[in-house]
């Protein structure tokens, strides 16, 4: 069983920024993802981004330009720098690690919240 641990969540006004870390409890396979979804209140768990081992990425359209996500796989974690920020992005911001055939886990969420 693996747990993911994130941090780094709360406020900040419109065009503020703030940064997310995930930390897993056990090592990382190679073939893994990592990525970071949200949850707005009335509306579907959506992907924000996704990151694989050797660091492929992919985006959101509508966070595409503002947020970077990145692996740190010595240290298990992931991040994701968020920049720009706006009202929209208020969410509960959840970390996952899945692999197919190995397991997918997520990380109990933080909460986002942007102020206009």
């Known amino acids: 069983q693996v747990q993911l641990v994130e941090s780094g969540g709360g406020l900040v006004q419109a065009g503020g920024s703030l940064k997310l870390s995930c930390a897993a409890s056990?090592?990382?396979?190679?073939?893994?993802?990592m990525g970071w979804h949200r949850e707005a209140p009335g509306k579907q768990r959506e992907l924000v981004a996704s990151?694989?081992?050797?660091?492929?990425?992919r985006y959101a359209e509508s966070v595409n330009g503002r947020f970077t996500i990145g692996r740190a796989n010595a240290k298990n974690t992931v991040y994701l720098q968020m920049n720009s920020l706006k009202p929209e992005d208020t969410a509960v911001y959840y970390c996952?690690?899945?692999?197919?055939?190995?397991?997918?886990?997520w990380g109990q969420g933080t909460q986002v919240t942007v102020s206009s």
């Open positions: 990151c694989t081992f050797d660091g492929s990425t």
């Open positions: 996952r690690l899945y692999a197919s055939g190995w397991g997918d886990y």
């Open positions: 056990a090592s990382i396979p190679r073939f893994s993802t």
